[in-house]
């Protein structure tokens, strides 16, 4: 008899030993920010789409980006490694290779949370005084686990595929960026590597027990939290464009300052939603699971936000609706 295929837990355990790494030892090594370089890709910021910056403002103006995209990640994975150990907990008399697998990955998203706090003190110490981030972490943690388990899993799932899709198609490839940065994503790419495995593998178990009253209630809230996420851009997007202007080399006229402030909301909703939901993956997962008006409702809600993709993709964007 053939030995049966290792579980997604067992897997994920056995990649998470090999790939550990440690803060300071690994990846900041006593580094700082490159001032002189791009943080942000043009694939993931846009910058590329603002032809009137000068060389300078679009290296600012992506290095504004990625100070937001650390500190997004900080304030999104509060709530990601609280539901982690939720789900640690609700294995914890049955499957205990899931339990370690999920205990690890609770362990590795604090440990992120903490690079990333570092990192945005050494972003505060080079880049000008003013910068403010809108989200607070526990806020948004509590907003979005007040949602049930199947939409809170789906969205989780669409946000740790993106991570490795960002990484992949436009940070990996970049040859402009600041290596700490650059690094950074780096590492935490091979760790939620594992956490993508997981949270499919999570999301297919409370799927196989959820009744189509339960998914259509789901398919409500996933719809919620992804319009929650877009006021988060909204007025993330907002100060960051005033961010931006009050410091950037330049000067801009009205038109070109309300240009501005629409690119980095188009950026923001390409990074952290349109990218996700087009992500070939998650719409196998998330559309297997779905009847055909439930897939329509969906498709309906992100409609408006679809005109949020880089005019020269580093891959092709799929459909809104798979
Ligand atoms: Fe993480
Ligand atoms: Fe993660």
Redesign the pocket.
């Known amino acids: 008899m053939l030995a049966s295929a290792p579980s997604p837990y067992a897997r994920t355990i056995a990649a998470s030993r090999r790939v550990r790494w440690d803060i300071e030892d690994d990846v900041i090594r006593g580094r700082a920010f490159d001032a002189h370089r791009k943080f942000l890709p043009d694939g993931l910021s846009l910058v590329g789409e603002l032809a009137f910056l000068s060389p300078a403002d679009a290296r600012f103006l992506s290095q504004v980006q990625g100070r937001t995209y650390v500190n997004l990640f900080a304030v999104i ?1 509060r709530y ?1 490694g609280a539901k982690a150990l939720d789900l640690s907990r609700s294995h914890a008399l049955g499957d205990q290779v899931a339990v370690e697998a999920l205990v690890r ?1 609770t362990d ?2 604090l440990k ?1 949370q903490e690079l990333f706090r570092q990192l945005e003190g050494l972003m505060a110490r080079s880049m000008p005084a003013g910068y403010r981030l809108v989200p607070e972490p526990n806020v948004l943690a509590q907003a979005v686990l007040s949602n049930g388990d199947w939409s809170v899993l789906a969205l989780t799932l669409c946000i ?1 595929l993106f ?1 490795l899709a960002h990484y992949r198609a436009s940070i990996a490839p970049s040859e402009d960026l600041c290596p700490l940065w650059k690094d950074v994503y780096r590492f935490h790419w091979t ?2 590597a594992q ?1 993508a495995v997981l949270d499919e593998a999570e999301f297919l178990r409370e799927d196989a027990r959820t009744d189509e009253a339960a998914r259509d209630r789901g398919v409500t809230e996933l719809i919620g939290l992804v319009s929650a996420m877009d006021g988060v851009l909204q007025a993330q997007a907002k100060e960051d464009a005033r961010y931006f202007l009050e410091n950037a080399s330049g000067c801009y006229d009205a038109g070109q300052q309300q240009r501005i402030a629409d690119q980095v909301l188009k950026a923001y909703r390409w990074q952290y939603i349109v990218s996700g939901v087009t992500e070939p993956r998650f719409q196998k997962v998330l559309f297997s699971t779905l009847g055909d008006a439930q897939g329509a409702r969906i498709a309906e809600a992100l409609g408006p936000l679809s005109y949020a993709a880089p005019a020269q993709p580093d891959r092709d964007p799929g459909p809104v609706l798979h």
């Open positions: 994975e990601i990955m590795e998203e992120h740790e991570t760790e939620e956490h």
